[in-house]
């Protein structure tokens, strides 16, 4: 089973619906036990990182979110994988989780449209098994005001926007994170989902 944690702050119902029309066993939970007897976990988000920390903090799962990520396959969506990093920059210095190495700042690229909102393609980096099946000319479906900075090694796919956004995020064992919302992102995106389901 598939545990998306529900804390108040994610798309939860669009990741239920392709996890179930993938097939996929999936639950909405949000009380430790159920993260801990999950064969992987999901943390959606949307809104912004204090906020969605505080959240998180406040339903006490931080610690289990923490532990569990280090034995499961875990997947971070959209602001769901910005928390994943060590700190946030939105309004404020925030602490993240701290499951992968890096932070999180406003994307300031000159002449370009902020949120980057709408369809880009991936662009492979580095292998991971999120990618198997995955083209060189497939494209996924962002909406976001602020990007990851880390390190390269760590990223599996980026897009072009303004210069090199991380896309996809991967610690070389459980930990992936994804910038873009793969439950919006058609065929490519539900091939990812399906590549994560896979890992159970």
């Given at each position: 089973m598939i545990a998306i944690v529900d804390y108040g702050a994610g798309n939860i119902f669009s990741v239920k619906n392709a996890l179930d029309y993938l097939g996929l066993e999936s639950e909405l939970v949000s009380d430790n036990d159920k993260i801990k007897s999950a064969?992987?976990?999901?943390?959606?988000g949307v809104g912004a990182f204090p906020a969605a920390m505080s959240m998180l903090e406040k339903s006490g799962l931080v610690d289990t979110i923490k532990e569990e990520s280090a034995k499961k396959p875990f997947l971070g969506i959209c602001l769901g994988m910005?928390?994943?990093f060590e700190k946030g920059y939105e309004f404020e210095e925030c602490d993240g989780l701290g499951l992968i190495s890096g932070s999180v700042h406003k994307m300031e690229e000159k002449d370009l449209i902020i949120p980057h909102m709408g369809w880009n393609k991936l662009e492979k980096l580095n292998d991971c098994?999120?990618?198997?099946?995955?083209?060189?000319?497939?494209y996924v479906y962002f909406v976001h005001s602020y990007k990851a900075y880390c390190e390269d090694r760590n990223i599996s796919a980026y897009c072009e926007y303004g210069g090199r956004v991380p896309a996809l995020v991967y610690d070389g064992k459980y930990v992936y994170g994804a910038q873009f919302h793969p439950e919006k992102s058609g065929e490519t995106g539900l091939k990812i989902l399906k590549n994560f389901g896979g890992l159970i």
């Open positions: 064969d992987a976990v999901i943390l959606p910005q928390l994943i098994p999120l990618l198997e099946n995955i083209g060189d000319d497939e």
